[in-house]
């Protein structure tokens, strides 16, 4: 044993053995060696995620915050709104002080203009941890000491189908997590058509943690039984080897047409299940009539959709007639609905797995998102998981998640969500804790206009992202392999016990030990902490847990006995189809929580609201952006196989896939060819928002006239005067594409994110290129 000293200063000792812990894309046990950490796969992984290699280097980088600090302009001039430019000085400052200071503005704020002024922002994935879950901490504290906060809702992954969803066919957690299962599908699926294909690098990832990542091994068992698998989407490796997938091109954002005439086929051939269709759906009759083109004189057949979407007319009808062949299951990927209109291709497949007839039968029907997190698929474990109260927020105002630019920009702005209208609120400080909205955000231009609204930024953070760079104060945080807590998942099997592996860098500390700090000085210190240690919270989350594993006749040992064993196996609930298998059986007395009761293929919901761009039934309209002589190629905004989102960006794995430290941008061939481009080269992408540099790969596994760069590369402005800009938009040298995104809602029913496609040009950078500095620390002021 050797001795460290944690961040409120007492001496403790740190484990010289493994001890188990777990992250969102695996369960493992860590070893630190006082200088890096080395990590083991859980052993009953079959498949580990190689994101684990991001913790290699990261404790100690210098990416890493090591003490308070306060931006220069801030402290010499108050808060209000001013300029908050990545690069600006910082100054470090004592905790004291900077607690005091900041313990000051949250009481002006909240007592001059109300909590509704403050927005709890901390989207993110800070740690698997259900205990120092940045979100939940921070949220708690809003509440408990600032009287509540302006929250969003949804997310920027499912921000269409998350609204959308309820009106046609229940719930999300439903439809997504608890319907068809990989187990379903190795026994009893024929045909699998995934629009956006089901990448195994994004089910490596759960929020909470998993233990063991079944897809590429449930692939594998069913395409050698004999399953054919199908991936619809502009990229060939949507779908992993294993599956032997079959690869349909397709122009992005075209998918609803697609489907449309796939539905048109089994129409027009009588091959609909109508029997299905009256017992179980309402509203098929104006659907129909839309699909034959009464109104429009235009059939949506797959003639007219094949000149739409490249996909040839035959291949089409030849895959809907397989659909009613066998047991076919119908999936869209979360990526169809980060786009303008992304409700369509969520209703339009439930509408044609619907004619299809299937939903419902193991195996078969339709999965919103199967395989775009290693929740989906998956068996409900059967006792309850340790969870953190966030308390009461009494503010009622509220933004969908892809809206703060919008927020910040237009106070008192009207604008529609699902069927409401609501005004902006005039937000006064915003606190982020756990997340970078330089990540998840589009448009990063405008997102830094935004960011110069407020009076203040608070930001916690481990290190040294464009948000924190962006922030008044900042706090350095804790790593998650820094701190105890405990992994656990809803889908996955085992609770970990998540066991500090190294002493937190610098004068970091856990979010919970600076709010309870904060809480203090704003005489809610009690309330708060409620009296307890962090073990203390960690033995009371786990308590509800082992209460259920005890009434259920499993083995509950102690919190004290499961924190000495490390892991404790949870058992689960069956396999049984959910809320969609219970409808099948007995539609009176399983009906959906649709206002019908059943699918609804026309919404009268949806209908009365009014908006033209989401209807009363599934429609194909094109985006409003398409390519052009300026920009004639279309860009996929994906999510990275080396990270999660944009977390440890500066981690080994994601490191080892960068170019001379840059992102690496995909092009066909053709494509490159055409611009003088080859592989290696550093390439300018560009439109009329903004500009990044990217390393250039070419490869055939995209279609021509696509390319693609994931998100995630921490956002890294060039140096003024650099003269490689974009005119008044943003310029990532390293390769972030959201600045070229646009930040506009699906629709006025869901204003989710529109960030996966939009359209641009590239070339061969020429000259000298800026270095790439995302990960330096700030100038000291």
């Known amino acids: 044993?050797?001795?460290?000293?944690?961040?409120?200063?007492?001496?403790?000792?740190?484990?010289?053995?493994?001890?188990?812990?777990?992250?969102?894309?695996?369960?493992?046990?860590?070893?630190?060696?006082?200088?890096?950490?080395?990590?083991?796969?859980?052993?009953?992984?079959?498949?580990?995620?190689?994101?684990?290699?991001?913790?290699?280097?990261?404790?100690?980088?210098?990416?890493?915050?090591?003490?308070?600090?306060?931006?220069?302009?801030?402290?010499?001039?108050?808060?209000?709104?001013?300029?908050?430019?990545?690069?600006?000085?910082?100054?470090?400052?004592?905790?004291?002080?900077?607690?005091?200071?900041?313990?000051?503005?949250?009481?002006?704020?909240?007592?001059?203009?109300?909590?509704?002024?403050?927005?709890?922002?901390?989207?993110?994935?800070?740690?698997?941890?259900?205990?120092?879950?940045?979100?939940?901490?921070?949220?708690?504290?809003?509440?408990?000491?600032?009287?509540?906060?302006?929250?969003?809702?949804?997310?920027?992954?499912?921000?269409?189908?998350?609204?959308?969803?309820?009106?046609?066919?229940?719930?999300?957690?439903?439809?997504?997590?608890?319907?068809?299962?990989?187990?379903?599908?190795?026994?009893?699926?024929?045909?699998?058509?995934?629009?956006?294909?089901?990448?195994?690098?994004?089910?490596?990832?759960?929020?909470?943690?998993?233990?063991?990542?079944?897809?590429?091994?449930?692939?594998?068992?069913?395409?050698?039984?004999?399953?054919?698998?199908?991936?619809?989407?502009?990229?060939?490796?949507?779908?992993?080897?294993?599956?032997?997938?079959?690869?349909?091109?397709?122009?992005?954002?075209?998918?609803?047409?697609?489907?449309?005439?796939?539905?048109?086929?089994?129409?027009?051939?009588?091959?609909?299940?109508?029997?299905?269709?009256?017992?179980?759906?309402?509203?098929?009759?104006?659907?129909?009539r839309y699909l034959r083109g009464e109104a429009d004189g235009q059939a949506k057949d797959a003639d007219w959709a094949a000149g739409i979407s490249g996909v040839d007319a035959g291949t089409i009808r030849g895959i809907a007639r397989a659909l009613v062949a066998g047991r076919s299951l119908i999936g869209v990927a979360h990526a169809l609905q980060r786009a303008q209109y992304g409700e369509q291709p969520v209703w339009a497949a439930a509408a044609l797995a619907a004619m299809v007839g299937q939903i419902g039968l193991p195996g078969g029907g339709y999965n919103y998102a199967l395989g775009t997190l290693g929740h989906t698929g998956r068996r409900n474990n059967a006792v309850p998981t340790p969870t953190l109260s966030q308390g009461k927020n009494p503010v009622e105002a509220f933004i969908p998640v892809a809206r703060i630019s919008d927020m910040l920009l237009n106070p008192g702005a009207a604008f529609d969500y699902n069927g409401r209208r609501l005004e902006y609120p005039d937000i006064r400080l915003v606190y982020w804790a756990g997340g970078n909205p330089f990540h998840h955000h589009q448009d990063l231009a405008r997102l830094s206009q935004a960011f110069a609204r407020p009076d203040?930024?608070?930001?916690?953070?481990?290190?040294?992202?464009?948000?924190?760079?962006?922030?008044?104060?900042?706090?350095?945080?804790?790593?998650?392999?820094?701190?105890?807590?405990?992994?656990?998942?809803?889908?996955?099997?085992?609770?970990?016990?998540?066991?500090?592996?190294?002493?937190?860098?610098?004068?970091?500390?856990?979010?919970?030990?600076?709010?309870?700090?904060?809480?203090?000085?704003?005489?809610?210190?009690?309330?708060?902490?409620?009296?307890?240690?962090?073990?203390?919270?960690?033995?009371?989350?786990?308590?509800?847990?082992?209460?259920?594993?005890?009434?259920?006749?499993?083995?509950?040992?102690?919190?004290?006995?499961?924190?000495?064993?490390?892991?404790?196996?949870?058992?689960?609930?069956?396999?049984?189809?959910?809320?969609?298998?219970?409808?099948?059986?007995?539609?009176?007395?399983?009906?959906?929580?649709?206002?019908?009761?059943?699918?609804?293929?026309?919404?009268?919901?949806?209908?009365?609201?009014?908006?033209?761009?989401?209807?009363?039934?599934?429609?194909?309209?094109?985006?409003?952006?398409?390519?052009?002589?300026a920009a004639p190629l279309w860009l996929v905004a994906n999510q990275p196989a080396t990270r999660l989102h944009s977390q440890l960006d500066f981690g080994a794995h994601s490191q080892s896939r960068k170019v001379g430290g840059r992102e690496v941008v995909r092009l066909h061939p053709d494509d490159a060819a055409a611009r003088g481009i080859a592989g290696g080269d550093v390439v300018r992408v560009f439109n009329g928002r903004g500009a990044c540099l990217a390393a250039a790969e070419l490869t055939d596994a995209l279609m021509p006239g696509v390319v693609q760069l994931p998100t995630g590369a921490w956002f890294d402005p060039a140096p003024d005067g650099s003269g490689v800009g974009a005119g008044d938009g943003a310029f990532c040298v390293h390769g972030n594409p959201n600045v070229l995104t646009r930040d506009v809602g699906t629709s006025r029913l869901a204003q989710g994110c529109c960030g996966q496609i939009t359209v641009v040009e590239c070339e061969k950078h020429t000259g000298p290129a800026p270095a790439v500095r995302a990960y330096a620390p700030p100038v000291a002021g």
């Open 1 to 288: 044993m050797f001795e460290s000293k944690p961040a409120d200063g007492r001496p403790e000792a740190m484990p010289r053995g493994a001890v188990p812990h777990s992250a969102h894309w695996g369960a493992f046990s860590a070893r630190w060696d006082g200088n890096d950490v080395a990590i083991e796969p859980y052993a009953g992984d079959p498949a580990p995620s190689p994101i684990l290699d991001n913790f290699r280097g990261a404790l100690r980088h210098e990416a890493r915050i090591r003490k308070p600090m306060v931006r220069r302009a801030w402290l010499d001039n108050g808060p209000g709104p001013q300029p908050r430019k990545i690069g600006d000085a910082l100054v470090e400052r004592e905790w004291d002080e900077v607690l005091d200071l900041l313990a000051g503005e949250l009481a002006r704020v909240r007592d001059g203009f109300g909590p509704g002024s403050i927005f709890g922002g901390s989207y993110g994935w800070a740690s698997a941890g259900r205990f120092h879950h940045a979100q939940s901490q921070v949220h708690r504290f809003l509440n408990v000491a600032c009287g509540g906060y302006v929250r969003s809702v949804n997310s920027y992954s499912a921000g269409a189908s998350g609204v959308i969803l309820p009106h046609i066919m229940g719930s999300f957690e439903g439809v997504s997590r608890r319907n068809v299962t990989w187990d379903q599908i190795r026994t009893h699926t024929d045909v699998v058509l995934a629009f956006g294909g089901m990448a195994i690098k994004n089910s490596m990832i759960a929020g909470g943690g998993i233990s063991e990542h079944i897809e590429p091994g449930a692939m594998q068992a069913a395409a050698a039984r004999g399953t054919r698998f199908i991936t619809v989407g502009p990229q060939r490796d949507d779908l992993p080897p294993e599956a032997a997938a079959e690869w349909l091109p397709i122009r992005p954002g075209t998918d609803v047409a697609v489907m449309l005439a796939m539905a048109h086929t089994l129409l027009a051939e009588d091959r609909h299940d109508r029997a299905f269709l009256a017992r179980y759906t309402t509203g098929f009759e104006p659907f129909a």
């Open 456 to 629: 203040t930024v608070v930001v916690h953070e481990l290190a040294w992202t464009p948000m924190a760079r962006t922030a008044d104060i900042v706090l350095p945080a804790t790593m998650t392999l820094e701190r105890d807590d405990i992994g656990a998942a809803g889908t996955d099997p085992r609770l970990v016990a998540m066991r500090r592996v190294a002493p937190p860098v610098g004068e970091a500390r856990d979010d919970h030990a600076i709010f309870a700090d904060l809480a203090e000085r704003l005489q809610a210190g009690a309330a708060f902490t409620e009296g307890r240690t962090v073990m203390e919270w960690l033995a009371y989350l786990y308590e509800p847990t082992r209460r259920a594993l005890a009434e259920a006749g499993a083995e509950a040992p102690s919190f004290e006995e499961f924190w000495e064993r490390g892991e404790l196996a949870l058992p689960q609930e069956p396999d049984d189809g959910g809320i969609l298998r219970s409808f099948r059986t007995d539609p009176e007395a399983s009906p959906l929580t649709t206002p019908s009761g059943r699918i609804e293929i026309f919404s009268e919901t949806i209908a009365g609201f009014g908006y033209d761009d989401c209807p009363g039934h599934p429609v194909f309209m094109a985006s409003t952006e398409q390519p052009s002589a």
